[in-house]
T-cell receptor, first 110, second 115 residues
Framework: GQQVMQIPQYQHVQEGEDFTTYCNSSTTLSNIQWYKQRPGGHPVFLIQLVKSGEVKKQKRLTFQFGEAKKNSSLHITATQTTDVGTYFCARNNQGGKLIFGQGTELSVKP | NAGVTQTPKFQVLKTGQSMTLQCAQDMNHEYMSWYRQDPGMGLRLIHYSVGAGITDQGEVPNGYNVSRSTTEDFPLRLLSAAPSQTSVYFC??????????????FGPGTRLTVT
């Protein structure tokens, strides 16, 4: 099936440093969704991007959708310990399948 | 609204046993799905449904059955449990936006161990 590849798999940062996770596809994406899962919790929806080149911000989080709609990124400015968790991107495949990437696990050292 | 509820929270099965994981949502969402989550593998789609009476296979459907007789309920049946099915199972629901799933609401998960 059509996958999305996420990198890196793990990221350890010092509190206050920035963090970026990338989501890449070999085929054009109709849209891309981002989720956050806290340790021991369930995934929680963050955002959906639809338009080529789209940039959306949620406080310290910046989401981008590539011009070719084949990649996306999530950037966190000045990480805090509350940002700890795993960040997933997800793509909609034909027929209603929502396929998740492997996720990027973020740990933040205070 | 309770959102998406899943039962049980924890379950231990012996190899070969069968069981049903329950999932219900009270948001009148058309779309429902089941994922399993294993370390380093992300969330893998097992089965999904775009409405009552309609189900389809996801990425890893083998060993699992689903049905969708009502909008609210989407049970997942393990036919003959195997150790490879040890995992955390998440049910999710969402509205459909132009026939594609939008914001997924996840249940709290069921942690299943097969010995």
């Amino acid at each position: 099936g059509q996958q999305v590849m996420q990198i890196p798999q793990y990221q350890h940062v010092q509190e206050g440093e920035d963090f970026t996770t990338y989501c890449n596809s070999s085929t054009t994406l109709s849209n891309i969704q981002w989720y956050k899962q806290r340790p021991g919790g369930h995934p929680v929806f963050l955002i959906q991007l639809v338009k080529s080149g789209e940039v959306k911000k949620q406080k310290r989080l910046t989401f981008q959708f590539g011009e070719a709609k084949k990649n996306s990124s999530l950037h966190i400015t000045a990480t805090q310990t509350t940002d700890v968790g795993t960040y997933f991107c997800a793509r909609n495949n034909q027929g209603g399948k929502l396929i998740f990437g492997q996720g990027t696990e973020l740990s933040v050292k205070p | 609204n309770a959102g998406v509820t899943q039962t049980p929270k924890f379950q231990v099965l012996k190899t070969g046993q069968s069981m049903t994981l329950q999932c219900a949502q009270d948001m009148n969402h058309e779309y429902m799905s089941w994922y399993r989550q294993d370390p380093g593998m992300g969330l893998r789609l097992i089965h999904y449904s775009v409405g009552a009476g309609i189900t389809d296979q996801g990425e890893v459907p083998n060993g699992y059955n689903v049905s969708r007789s009502t909008t609210e309920d989407f049970p997942l049946r393990l036919l003959s449990a195997a150790p490879s099915q040890t995992s955390v199972y998440f049910c999710a629901s969402s509205p459909l936006l132009r026939r594609t799933p939008y914001e997924q609401y996840f249940g709290p998960g069921t942690r299943l161990t097969v010995t």
